[in-house]
């Protein structure tokens, strides 16, 4: 017996050895081939400034990897040829737009082929139809850029350095959402790579299962090419910055309970809020704008009794108040995600946990640690705007919540683990508060979900379910699941 055990493992390994083996060869076959294929858009692993630059895209360090070669498509035709030919030869591969998602190896891939959209850079408008095309290598200040010298905007990141790609097809939150829903609900119109190198169109008429699945699907049913989404009319509007104390966190909390809470809410009025409760030197930000040039509006009155210690608010154009946006230069990122519906004593309770939960005295062992509580009001009209343009995978519920975010940010590697381990207790311990409290939600906002956060299991056993159906229509061999490892999966 123990020397059949003995042979049997003796023969696993040797099996493993021979499949890790073909593996490097296919590897290494299909990244020859692509360099010979598409040889100004390939970049083979090497010590050279363009392999690096590539490997190491930022925002977060956390995402870079170091592939056996990078290769970026300039059109569709490319992408599909290079589908096709990872496909065939089944080697492991990622999927990269704006590289804005810090979860390690979630847009990058070491040992495989990095497919990075970047000259997919696609932008016309159309007047007629007031939608934008985009292609998926563009980043938001383009297309806001371009969309405002028709007086126009989308419904997109806020942040504009953000991937236009990743943050529609994980949902997409923009301050446009209480009036007219998520990213996601306002794309028409989905150009898609699918497993066999097919391209279509995704959209209400041709393949709408696919199209309903894009909308939050994520990097699990293909690569899109460009996405076509509504435009709507923008003027200057009233926003900026207004800087509060740390001790003024409970304050500032009750107040946007208030904002949120009141009997009509204006869906012109948008904001974020987020508190560095580490730092008090940095404080409490309330991101606050109105998209009509009207200066201090009723619908953040709750605030106005709360003295900041500076006030950036004033009348701009919507651009440069996103540009506004205030972003810390640190290398290292990972973000958690929970949700609820509010109340004036749970937003007291969290603001009690994110100051003084003995988590923050071990998050201060981690060299340079900051971490930041951002806080974002969802009105229930966001998710009815969903539904009334067809609806998303997201499985949400047509309530009034909050989508709250734990961003932190370290220097070293050797401190990934503390960091992701402390800040996913932070957020449990939020989560448990909320369960007592009654107030829970179970939808995890992807583009704010840490890696370890299964993201579309909580989109809901139906929405899951159909989004299975859907993968094995499109893509039954499942190229997406088992060859693109990174990224919110949607498991088997
Ligand atoms: C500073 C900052 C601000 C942010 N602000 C917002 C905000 O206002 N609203 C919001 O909703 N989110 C926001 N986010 C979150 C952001 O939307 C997500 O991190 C998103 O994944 C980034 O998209 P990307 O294309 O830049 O990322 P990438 O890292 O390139 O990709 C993210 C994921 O999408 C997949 N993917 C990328 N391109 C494609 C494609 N063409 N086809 C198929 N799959 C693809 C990748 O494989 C990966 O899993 C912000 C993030 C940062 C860092
Ligand atoms: C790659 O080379 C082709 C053919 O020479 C050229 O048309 C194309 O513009 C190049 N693409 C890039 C991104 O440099
Ligand atoms: C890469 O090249 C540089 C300059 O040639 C060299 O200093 C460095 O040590 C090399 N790094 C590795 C990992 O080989
Ligand atoms: C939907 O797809 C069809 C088939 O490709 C295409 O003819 C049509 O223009 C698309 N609709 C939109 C809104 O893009
Ligand atoms: C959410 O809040 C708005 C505005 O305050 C209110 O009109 C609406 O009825 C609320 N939605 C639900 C589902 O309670
Ligand atoms: C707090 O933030 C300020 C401003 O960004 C920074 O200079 C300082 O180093 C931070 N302090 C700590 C302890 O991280
Ligand atoms: C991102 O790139 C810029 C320049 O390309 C560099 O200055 C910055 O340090 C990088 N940031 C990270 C987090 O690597
Ligand atoms: C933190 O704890 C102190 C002491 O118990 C308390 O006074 C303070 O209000 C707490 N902070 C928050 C934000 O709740
Ligand atoms: C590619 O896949 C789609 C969806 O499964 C299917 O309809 C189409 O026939 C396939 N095309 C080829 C060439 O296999």
Redesign the pocket.
């Given at each position: 017996m123990a020397v059949f055990h003995f042979t049997m493992a003796w023969l696993a390994w040797l099996l493993c050895l021979l499949s890790l083996t073909a593996q490097a060869t296919s590897l290494d076959r299909v990244c020859h081939q692509l360099q010979s294929q598409y040889s100004n858009l390939t970049t083979l692993a090497g010590n050279n400034t363009q392999y690096t630059a590539l490997a190491e895209e930022n925002w977060s360090q956390t995402a870079w990897g170091y592939p056996s070669c990078i290769v970026q498509p300039a059109n569709a035709a490319q992408a599909q040829g290079i589908v096709r030919l990872v496909t065939e030869h089944q080697v492991p591969f990622a999927i990269r737009s704006g590289g804005h998602l810090p979860s390690p190896l979630g847009a990058n891939i070491n040992r495989g082929v990095l497919i990075d959209t970047s000259f997919l850079k696609t932008l016309d408008y159309d007047a007629t139809n007031e939608v934008v095309t985009i292609g998926a290598g563009l980043r938001w200040r383009a297309v806001y850029t371009e969309l405002e010298k028709y007086g126009r905007t989308a419904v997109g990141g806020r942040i504009m350095d953000v991937g236009v790609s990743g943050l529609l097809l994980g949902s997409g939150l923009s301050y446009l959402s209480d009036l007219y829903g998520l990213g996601c609900d306002n794309v028409v119109n989905f150009e898609v790579v699918?497993a066999?190198g097919?391209l279509l169109n995704a959209n209400a008429t041709s393949n709408p299962d696919l199209f309903w699945a894009l909308k939050g699907g994520a990097n699990n049913f293909g690569i899109v090419t460009t996405f076509t989404v509504r435009t709507y009319p923008i003027g200057n509007v009233w926003g900026g910055i207004k800087i509060y104390g740390l001790d003024q966190l409970p304050d500032v909390l009750a107040a946007l309970n208030t904002y949120q809470l009141v009997a009509n809410k204006d869906p012109y009025a948008n904001l974020m809020v987020q508190a560095a409760t580490m730092n008090s030197s940095i404080g409490v930000l309330l991101n606050l704008v109105y998209l009509k040039p009207e200066a201090s509006p009723a619908a953040f009155e709750p605030f106005y009794g709360i003295p900041p210690l500076k006030d950036m608010t004033t009348i701009q154009s919507f651009v440069d108040f996103m540009d506004g946006a205030v972003m810390p230069d640190i290398p290292r990122w990972d973000w958690h995600a929970t949700s609820f519906q509010p109340s004036a004593s749970l937003y007291s309770q969290i603001a009690d946990i994110v100051v003084n939960s003995s988590v923050i005295n071990e998050l201060r062992t981690v060299n340079t640690a900051t971490l930041v509580l951002g806080i974002q009001p969802i009105s229930s009209s966001v998710v009815d705007a969903g539904v009334a343009a067809g609806g998303n995978a997201l499985g949400l519920n047509a309530v009034n919540q909050t989508w709250l975010v734990l961003d932190i940010g370290w220097a070293d590697a050797t401190d990934d683990a503390k960091a992701h381990r402390l800040t996913g207790t932070l957020r449990e311990q939020i989560e448990q508060t909320s369960v007592d409290a009654g107030r829970h939600v179970e939808y995890i906002f992807m583009n704010d979900a840490s890696w370890d956060q299964d993201v579309i299991a909580h989109y809901g056993s139906q929405s899951l379910g159909q989004l299975r159906a859907v993968r094995d229509?499109?893509d039954?061999t499942r190229v997406f699941g088992r060859l693109v490892r990174g990224g919110f999966k949607l498991g088997t």
């Amino acid at each position: 017996m123990a020397v059949f055990h003995f042979t049997m493992a003796w023969l696993a390994w040797l099996l493993c050895l021979l499949s890790l083996t073909a593996q490097a060869t296919s590897l290494d076959r299909v990244c020859h081939q692509l360099q010979s294929q598409y040889s100004n858009l390939t970049t083979l692993a090497g010590n050279n400034t363009q392999y690096t630059a590539l490997a190491e895209e930022n925002w977060s360090q956390t995402a870079w990897g170091y592939p056996s070669c990078i290769v970026q498509p300039a059109n569709a035709a490319q992408a599909q040829g290079i589908v096709r030919l990872v496909t065939e030869h089944q080697v492991p591969f990622a999927i990269r737009s704006g590289g804005h998602l810090p979860s390690p190896l979630g847009a990058n891939i070491n040992r495989g082929v990095l497919i990075d959209t970047s000259f997919l850079k696609t932008l016309d408008y159309d007047a007629t139809n007031e939608v934008v095309t985009i292609g998926a290598g563009l980043r938001w200040r383009a297309v806001y850029t371009e969309l405002e010298k028709y007086g126009r905007t989308a419904v997109g990141g806020r942040i504009m350095d953000v991937g236009v790609s990743g943050l529609l097809l994980g949902s997409g939150l923009s301050y446009l959402s209480d009036l007219y829903g998520l990213g996601c609900d306002n794309v028409v119109n989905f150009e898609v790579v699918i497993a066999n190198g097919t391209l279509l169109n995704a959209n209400a008429t041709s393949n709408p299962d696919l199209f309903w699945a894009l909308k939050g699907g994520a990097n699990n049913f293909g690569i899109v090419t460009t996405f076509t989404v509504r435009t709507y009319p923008i003027g200057n509007v009233w926003g900026g910055i207004k800087i509060y104390g740390l001790d003024q966190l409970p304050d500032v909390l009750a107040a946007l309970n208030t904002y949120q809470l009141v009997a009509n809410k204006d869906p012109y009025a948008n904001l974020m809020v987020q508190a560095a409760t580490m730092n008090s030197s940095i404080g409490v930000l309330l991101n606050l704008v109105y998209l009509k040039p009207e200066a201090s509006p009723a619908a953040f009155e709750p605030f106005y009794g709360i003295p900041p210690l500076k006030d950036m608010t004033t009348i701009q154009s919507f651009v440069d108040f996103m540009d506004g946006a205030v972003m810390p230069d640190i290398p290292r990122w990972d973000w958690h995600a929970t949700s609820f519906q509010p109340s004036a004593s749970l937003y007291s309770q969290i603001a009690d946990i994110v100051v003084n939960s003995s988590v923050i005295n071990e998050l201060r062992t981690v060299n340079t640690a900051t971490l930041v509580l951002g806080i974002q009001p969802i009105s229930s009209s966001v998710v009815d705007a969903g539904v009334a343009a067809g609806g998303n995978a997201l499985g949400l519920n047509a309530v009034n919540q909050t989508w709250l975010v734990l961003d932190i940010g370290w220097a070293d590697a050797t401190d990934d683990a503390k960091a992701h381990r402390l800040t996913g207790t932070l957020r449990e311990q939020i989560e448990q508060t909320s369960v007592d409290a009654g107030r829970h939600v179970e939808y995890i906002f992807m583009n704010d979900a840490s890696w370890d956060q299964d993201v579309i299991a909580h989109y809901g056993s139906q929405s899951l379910g159909q989004l299975r159906a859907v993968r094995d229509l499109y893509d039954p061999t499942r190229v997406f699941g088992r060859l693109v490892r990174g990224g919110f999966k949607l498991g088997t």
